[in-house]
């Protein structure tokens, strides 16, 4: 019995530990904390249900909940998913997302789906919707994969057009500098007959 009991723990050790059913995880993003794959997820799965309790927009006291996790349903519902078990409020948006929300109204629900092939370490995102988009991200500028390329693109794209200006300018600069030298040296004419310069 000894043996046998040494011989398993020797194996647990040995054995690399049981990945969790879920097939995704928190963790570190450019913009704070994100949810990442941790296997792969197919186009058109449901990865994640958006939870929270349900609120009211006809109760005051509902309508006047303000935070950033909120998920209108439709004018009447909408979802806090400010809990903490709510592990989809760590989506990020993106302007190219790998998933979408799934709104159903009528059930009070949202689940987030794969509209992409996602693989292990993905960032997961969906895009927030325009009016998120104007109140919160656009003020600060949207740090989405797709719009910080978008911007280095266009950063490069200036720092390539100055340096041309400054080529050019430069050009033109030392062109005028050897102009102003020829005019000076034929500021005179020379005459052939006595090899005196006329003024």
């Not at 913009?31 to 186009?43: H, N, S, W």
């Not at 102003?180 to 310069?197: C, I, Q």
Request: aromatic fraction near 8%.
């Amino acid at each position: 019995m000894r043996h046998w009991a040494s011989f398993a723990s020797s194996c647990l050790s040995i054995m690399p530990a049981i990945a969790s059913s879920k097939s995704y995880r928190v963790g570190r993003s450019k913009t704070g904390l994100g949810l990442f794959a941790t296997m792969p997820i197919k186009k058109g799965t449901r990865i994640i249900r958006y939870y929270g309790p349900i609120l009211d927009s006809r109760i005051p006291a509902h309508d006047a909940i303000e935070n950033k996790y909120l998920f209108e349903l439709n004018n009447r519902w909408t979802i806090d998913g400010s809990v903490r078990k709510n592990l989809a409020r760590y989506i990020n948006h993106s302007c190219r997302p790998n998933a979408e929300s799934d709104v159903r109204p009528r059930e009070r629900k949202v689940f987030i789906r794969a509209i992409k092939n996602i693989e292990p370490g993905d960032e997961i995102n969906y895009d927030y919707g325009t009016d998120y988009f104007k109140a919160y991200l656009k003020p600060i500028g949207c740090k989405c994969p797709s719009c910080e390329a978008k911007r280095k693109k266009q950063r490069a794209e200036a720092r390539a057009e100055r340096a041309k200006v400054k080529a050019r300018t430069e050009r033109k600069a030392k062109a005028g500098t050897k102009g102003a030298k020829k005019k000076k040296l034929n500021g005179h004419a020379f005459s052939k007959a006595n090899g005196r310069a006329r003024a």
